[in-house]
């Protein structure tokens, strides 16, 4: 199973910036990798995805023009820049790999085999 670590969260003002990474461990990343959240008292939420290498990436519209997710192909890391963070994005962010379902699926957190531990995200106003 792929292990995942993630790093880079904190704590920023309204309007600030972080980036967040995941490093694939024990591997190199699956295709398929994506980024969800879970702030409390709210049901754990897609954030974005990434594919076919680097060249498609999936946004909810909640971060839609402010998160950018990356990677290097070939690499173990995939990146979220988040930019003009509100305080509505406070959460642990999580990454995700070894996706299982069809590509209609991707937003879907049932098809993710390898989850990291999460890194909590706080935006003060």
């Known amino acids: 199973q792929l292990q995942l670590v993630e790093s880079g969260g904190g704590l920023v003002q309204v309007g600030g910036s972080l980036r967040l990474s995941c490093t694939c461990t024990n591997s190199r990343c699956t295709d398929k990798m994506a980024w969800f959240r879970h702030a409390p008292g709210k049901e754990r939420e897609f954030v974005s995805a990434?594919?076919?290498?680097?060249?498609?990436?999936v946004y909810s519209d909640s971060v839609k023009g402010r998160f950018t997710i990356s990677r290097e192909v070939g690499k173990s890391t995939v990146w979220l820049q988040m930019n003009s963070l509100q305080p509505e994005d406070t959460a642990v962010y999580y990454c995700a790999g070894e996706f299982t379902s069809i590509l209609s699926a991707i937003r879907d957190s049932r098809y993710y085999r390898s989850w990291g531990q999460g890194t909590q995200v706080t935006v003060s106003s």
């Open positions: 990434i594919h076919r290498g680097a060249s498609s990436t």
